[in-house]
């Protein structure tokens, strides 16, 4: 009798150890690998939590870094228990500090305009992290070509940029359009410019230096205590700006501050409070050129005790619109601006100097608007200079580059111009830089920050 032919006739019986062990084998091959597959897949999902909410510190250092210039950075790491807001600092189980001996060049020599800063243990939904920071600011350093937008290249403010309802002026095109049409609507004027055959149509601030006998223009910033103080007791400002033009035409003399219904005054805005810090004053205006040597003035009256954070930023009409009758080629803006000159008075509540320890100005004011694009094909070094240092005064003193001003000027990169005061030893003047945030595994600061440790890098500018 065969082994089939018995287990029919016993139900019970099962399989034999051989089928058995044969089974066990084929089930080994089968679940060893997928339970391999299991724990790899589950190690590499934690390591992309952990890549994950490395990239999220990261992220947030970074913007937590944009808010700040270079010397701010600098005193949070120093001493951040008198403020560290970087990030939030209950995040930090560690330290922070600045790492001054990674501070060199490609020779181990102290360098300057870089900087590095670490973090350690940073707590990230709950995993421990270190960080390093590496802030460059060379490339925006005069002489430098790593960035098109380095030193003198960035003329142009973007007044979409500023709080404009916080002591802010900007002249709109409106405004421009308000002071001519009020020329035209003056009787005297009108009737002269009508017998010569000239049109209102006629009359643009382009075409100003063949129609008028004489032009020029006041921006007068008042800034003023309102009477009421802040959350802290600090008392309010406000400032008020009147744009005052004064027009010649053959003999008759107009003068105008425009229609109040055109919003040509400003008229108390609100502009921060008397503190510790500096007020901040926003001026983008449009210049007043003319056939020779032309004067804006533009004057800032602080009855307050205030400091003052001062940014003038002259601007050009857009080129979206190719029918704008105000738009000049690079050719005609190259040559009014080399005339063009702005005095800048920046007086106390009695009509004297303001003193100069007090108050900052950053400007492209000394900058030739036509800039580098124009001068690209010029062969002459000396007419591929933008600097027009003589367009600007300020409280009677020339910028003309030799910084015996000592006045606190910037150019509006931030970086300080030479017509303003030389740096004092250690004086932090970069306020645009490059960083790279490198977030490592945590203990990593503790080895010098092992490369084989690095889990995520990100990089950015700050461009103020």
């Not at 990593?444 to 950015?460: H, K, L, Q, S, T």
Request: aromatic share 8%; glycine share 8%; proline share 3%.
């Amino acid at each position: 009798m065969t082994g089939a032919e018995r287990r029919k006739l016993n139900k019970d019986a099962g399989f034999s150890l051989l089928e058995l062990l044969i089974a066990v084998v084929i089930l080994a091959i089968i679940v060893i690998p997928m339970l391999n597959l299991f724990l790899s897949s589950n190690k590499l999902n934690i390591r992309s939590r952990q890549t994950l909410r490395a990239t999220t510190l990261a992220q947030d250092i970074m913007e937590g870094l944009k808010a700040y210039d270079i010397e701010e950075l600098k005193a949070q790491f120093k001493t951040p228990a008198e403020g560290f807001y970087v990030i939030d600092d209950n995040l930090i189980k560690g330290a922070v500090a600045e790492e001054t001996d990674m501070e060199v060049d490609g020779s181990g020599n102290p360098s300057e305009g870089i900087y590095y800063f670490s973090l350690r243990k940073v707590s990230m939904q709950g995993s421990e992290f270190d960080a390093l920071v590496k802030v460059d600011a060379r490339g925006y350093m005069e002489g430098s070509a790593d960035h098109d937008n380095s030193f003198n290249n960035a003329l142009m403010a973007d007044a979409r940029s500023i709080d404009k309802e916080n002591g802010t002026f900007v002249e709109t095109d409106k405004i421009r359009k308000a002071m001519l049409s009020s020329v035209w609507k003056d009787s005297a004027m009108r009737t002269a410019m009508e017998a010569d055959g000239i049109t209102e149509d006629e009359i643009c601030f382009k075409n100003q230096d063949a129609i008028f006998t004489g032009i020029s223009r006041t921006i007068t910033v008042s800034l003023k205590e309102n009477g009421t103080v802040d959350e802290d007791g600090n008392p309010k400002i406000d400032m008020a700006v009147t744009d005052e033009y004064d027009f010649g035409y053959k003999g008759v003399v107009f003068n105008t501050k425009g229609d109040m219904d055109s919003m040509v005054w400003v008229e108390n805005m609100g502009c921060g409070v008397v503190s510790g810090e500096k007020v901040n004053i926003n001026i983008f205006y449009y210049p007043l050129y003319g056939s020779n040597v032309t004067e804006d003035a533009i004057v800032i009256e602080n009855d307050t005790r205030a400091k003052l954070n001062i940014l003038i930023a002259k601007q050009v009409p857009s080129a979206e619109d190719p029918n704008n009758p105000e738009i000049l080629t690079d050719a005609q803006l190259m040559s009014k601006e080399m005339r063009y000159v702005a005095d800048v008075r920046v007086q106390n509540g009695h009509g004297g100097d303001m003193n100069k320890e007090d108050f900052s100005l950053k400007t492209n004011l000394g900058l030739n608007l036509a800039g580098m694009k124009y001068m690209a094909g010029e062969t002459d070094p000396a007419k591929k200079d933008v600097n027009t240092p003589s367009q600007l005064f300020v409280n009677d003193q020339s910028m003309d580059l030799s910084g015996t001003s000592q006045m606190n000027i910037y150019t509006l990169d931030g970086i300080r111009s030479p017509m303003g005061a030389a740096p004092a030893d250690g004086d932090i003047t970069e306020l645009i830089y490059d960083v790279e945030i490198s977030v490592y595994e945590e203990g990593a600061a503790g080895r010098d920050f092992p490369e084989e440790e690095r889990m995520v890098v990100i990089e950015g500018s700050k461009n103020n």
